[in-house]
């Protein structure tokens, strides 16, 4: 090797280190964040209420008159306006037991506002329609629903307790 190629190859490897830094040299990192808060739309206070016994073959219609409990039994607050607010049940598990099985779902009081009417029903959950359509709150506030019950029963063999489970969520549009 002569001279001449030794200090072409220390220069191409200086060279070599040279763009190695300069590379390392214009490296830029940036880091940017993006934050969000997800808004609560909705409180929903639910109380449960005990209907007490019935006879079989017996109807009865239960109102917060009778039993306390069924009024002011759903308590929804909004954040927003047009919530759709649902009721689900498992009222379909009671055909054996019950001839009817009726829940209806009634406005007690409203936000100011509220274009929906205090005293109708919203909402009717039964044994064949366990699971009813929404329907919209349409102006942020509190609302408060009672319930009234209908229930017919069917004969049993020995006293047979029941239980039904009323789910509510409420979801924007």
Do not use: W
Not at 77 to 95: E, I
């Amino acid at each position: 090797m002569n001279k001449k190629n030794v200090s072409f190859g220390i220069l191409f490897l200086m060279l070599s280190f040279g763009i190695i830094g300069v590379s390392a040299y214009v490296y830029q990192s940036a880091t940017q964040t993006v934050t969000q808060t997800i808004k609560e739309i909705a409180t929903l206070v639910l109380n449960n209420a005990a209907l007490g016994n019935i006879n079989e073959g017996q109807t009865l219609t239960y109102t917060k008159n009778e039993i306390p409990a069924l009024g002011s039994i759903v308590s929804v607050t909004t954040t927003t306006a047009d919530v759709n607010l649902h009721f689900s049940s498992d009222l379909a598990s009671q055909s054996t037991r019950y001839s009817t099985y009726s829940i209806a779902v009634k406005l007690l009081t409203k936000p100011a506002g509220s274009a929906l009417t205090v005293g109708n029903t919203y909402a009717t959950m039964s044994i064949g329609s366990p699971t009813p359509s929404g329907f919209a709150l349409d102006v942020a506030g509190a609302y408060v629903f009672d319930f009234e019950i209908t229930t017919a029963s069917n004969s049993v063999t020995s006293d047979t307790a029941t239980t039904v489970t009323i789910t509510v969520t409420a979801e924007s549009t």
